[in-house]
């Protein structure tokens, strides 16, 4: 089935999976995740907003004096940690509910988020299986020469609730991300960059955090089955469902950003068909 668009409506009150299958959702993530049925999804992906924080004043780099950009969209500011955490709460506490029993859900942050989410996550009743650490093998330096260059992002692994034993877990392909023979949870990887990376008319980049296709590879391989459905319901160029088509693999994926809607709807038609896998063994 082609990938098509969905404009979220106030009016429509409920979605079936038909109505949803493979199709990128323009719309408000908790609004549209009230509307989806029960246990559908057989694994998430969410790469929520970071609340950075970032400070009012424009911050120049150590000796070269020059602008540093960071993540300063307004779909990453929140009014306090406490107006975060109800966010995250509301999300996750929907996508919990339309999660299969056997699913699993990744949720990726940085040490702005990921700690209070990885707290939210188990107040909610979630198991935590594994929390991933990605190595970027290119990080951003800390232009300030403040404190170390962070070169992490953590990926919290996990399933509706401890007594959850049969989710997928392909072992045999997360041995091949390793190095050696176990399946370890450290993965290194580049961040998005080069042609991979969209860019705007003016060849700035489309979006400030897109991810790289490689790791949304090993996670889908990692945890899901062909013919499964994998749910994003913050997916900006929508990088999940680029990977999901590529892989046999169904997608639903929300944004509320017009322009990144748009983005994703262009990289279905064109990168689906030519993205060779790139397993990104490591050395
Ligand atoms: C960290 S980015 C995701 C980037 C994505 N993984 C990619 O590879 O391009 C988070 C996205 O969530 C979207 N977002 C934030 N709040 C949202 C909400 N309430 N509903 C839907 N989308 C939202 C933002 O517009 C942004 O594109």
């Known amino acids: 089935m082609l990938a098509r668009l969905v404009t979220d409506r106030?009016?429509?009150?409920?979605?079936?999976?038909?109505?949803?299958?493979?199709?990128?959702?323009?719309?408000?993530?908790?609004?549209?995740?009230?509307?989806?049925?029960?246990?559908?999804?057989?694994?998430?992906?969410?790469?929520?907003?970071?609340?950075?924080?970032?400070?009012?004043?424009?911050?120049?780099?150590?000796?070269?004096?020059?602008?540093?950009?960071?993540?300063?969209?307004?779909?990453?500011?929140?009014e306090s940690f406490e107006d975060y955490d109800r966010f995250i709460t509301a999300i996750l506490r929907e996508v919990r509910r339309v999660m299969k029993a056997t699913?699993?859900?990744?949720?990726?942050?940085?040490?702005?988020?990921?700690?209070?989410?990885?707290?939210?996550?188990?107040?909610?009743?979630?198991?935590?299986?594994?929390?991933?650490?990605?190595?970027?093998?290119?990080?951003?330096?800390?232009?300030?020469?403040?404190?170390?260059?962070?070169?992490?992002?953590?990926?919290?692994w996990a399933v509706k609730d401890k007594g959850v034993k049969r989710y997928t877990f392909n072992?045999?392909?997360?041995?091949?991300?390793?190095?050696?023979?176990?399946?370890?949870?450290?993965?290194?990887?580049?961040?998005?960059?080069?042609?991979?990376?969209?860019?705007?008319?003016?060849?700035?980049?489309?979006?400030?955090?897109?991810k790289p296709r490689a790791l949304l590879e090993r996670v889908i391989l990692v945890s899901t089955k062909e013919g499964d459905l994998v749910l994003d319901p913050m997916a900006g160029t929508g990088t999940t469902g680029v990977v999901a088509k590529s892989l046999n693999r169904h997608f639903v994926m929300i944004e509320r950003q017009k322009e990144y809607v748009e983005a994703s709807l262009e990289r279905l038609k064109k990168e689906t068909s030519q993205v060779a896998l790139q397993l990104g063994e490591q050395e």
């Open 10 to 78: 106030q009016e429509s009150t409920r979605y079936s999976v038909e109505d949803v299958l493979d199709a990128v959702i323009w719309g408000e993530a908790l609004q549209v995740l009230r509307k989806l049925p029960d246990e559908i999804v057989d694994m998430v992906f969410i790469d929520p907003p970071y609340f950075l924080q970032l400070p009012k004043k424009r911050l120049l780099r150590w000796k070269a004096k020059t602008l540093v950009e960071g993540v300063d969209d307004d779909w990453d500011k929140f």
């Open 103 to 156: 699913a699993t859900i990744w949720v990726i942050g940085t040490y702005h988020n990921i700690h209070r989410v990885g707290k939210i996550m188990q107040d909610l009743g979630f198991w935590i299986l594994n929390d991933v650490i990605w190595v970027k093998t290119n990080p951003m330096p800390n232009w300030l020469n403040v404190r170390f260059t962070n070169a992490v992002e953590t990926l919290i």
């Open 171 to 210: 072992a045999e392909v997360a041995r091949r991300f390793s190095r050696g023979k176990l399946a370890l949870s450290v993965w290194e990887l580049p961040i998005c960059a080069g042609k991979e990376r969209l860019k705007d008319d003016n060849g700035e980049k489309l979006h400030p955090t897109q």
